[in-house]
């Protein structure tokens, strides 16, 4: 016979259960414990090359900004966009593909993912990864969940999406009002090696008004960097990564 007790015991420990397989997987936020446990998920690639990645787009003020400059260095990029605001500016989707630039998944809004909600994970994933397909008219192979955070929901997720999850292994910290294009610069190149992925945004959406502008300011020195240590740069589909394909 199952007690009053005996119930409440089981459903706490399912419910800690659901917890940490939910939560669990967020460690990987932490650098350390992703380049330990999973150097691919920290973005870590071909050694002659480096990814360049940006988040939270598609913005129609800040974007084509990046666009412009990305095409005067002649350096392909891959944008993590949020699907919401790609269904929003699709012109602005196809005009990245149409300038050489990969598209990848950043989730549908930019939202905290503390407690668990598998079924919209579920949902909203795929709802993105098709919006990207009928925009840029290629399906995604990247996952980079918001603010990096990884839970098993996302994970789950992801997986049935055929999208691989990627982070970063260098960021410019340009989300905050005191960021400069110098600051950024040195963030970046702190953790510069060949192999690194590198998290800039291309929109303030979730971050310090016009903070866009020290990611753009920084752009064309850290390229100059790269190039003069023999790093070619580029979008993660020519960093050496294996991606997830969907059964």
């Known amino acids: ?11 706490a420990g399912a419910a800690a259960a659901t917890a940490g397989w939910h939560i669990g997987p ?12 999973s150097p691919a998920l920290d973005g870590r690639g071909d050694p002659g090359h480096v990814a360049l990645t940006f988040d939270d787009g598609p913005d129609p003020h800040s974007t084509p900004r990046f666009l412009r400059e990305l095409d005067r260095l002649s350096v392909r990029a891959t944008f993590f966009v949020l699907g919401a605001e790609l269904r929003r500016y699709p012109e602005l989707g196809r005009r990245m593909v149409a300038e050489g630039h ?4 950043h989730g549908w809004r930019h939202e905290w993912p503390w407690y668990p909600r598998l079924g919209r994970d579920l949902r909203e994933l795929p709802r993105a990864a098709d919006t990207v397909l009928q ?3 290629e399906r995604p192979l990247w996952y980079r969940p918001p603010y990096g955070i990884l839970t098993g929901g996302r994970w789950a997720a992801a997986r049935r999406a055929g999208l691989r999850p990627v982070l970063w292994s260098a960021w410019g910290r340009d989300w905050t009002a005191e960021a400069t294009p110098a600051g950024v610069l040195s963030e970046v190149t702190g953790s510069l090696r060949g192999g690194v992925t590198v998290l800039l945004h291309d929109s303030d959406r979730v971050s310090a008004p016009d903070s866009w502008r020290a990611a753009l300011g920084a752009l ?4 100059a ?3 003069e ?8 589909g020519e960093h050496g990564l294996q991606a997830h394909r969907a059964a």
Do not use: F, K, S, Y
């Open 1 to 11: 016979m199952v007690t009053a007790r005996t119930a409440a015991g089981l459903a």
């Open 26 to 37: 967020a460690a990987t936020w932490i650098p350390a414990v992703r380049r330990t446990l």
């Open 225 to 227: 960097v790269c190039r």
């Open 220 to 223: 064309p020195l850290l390229v």
């Open 135 to 137: 925009v840029g008219g």
């Open 102 to 105: 990969e598209l990848a998944v």
């Open 229 to 236: 240590r023999g790093m070619r740069v580029g979008p993660l």
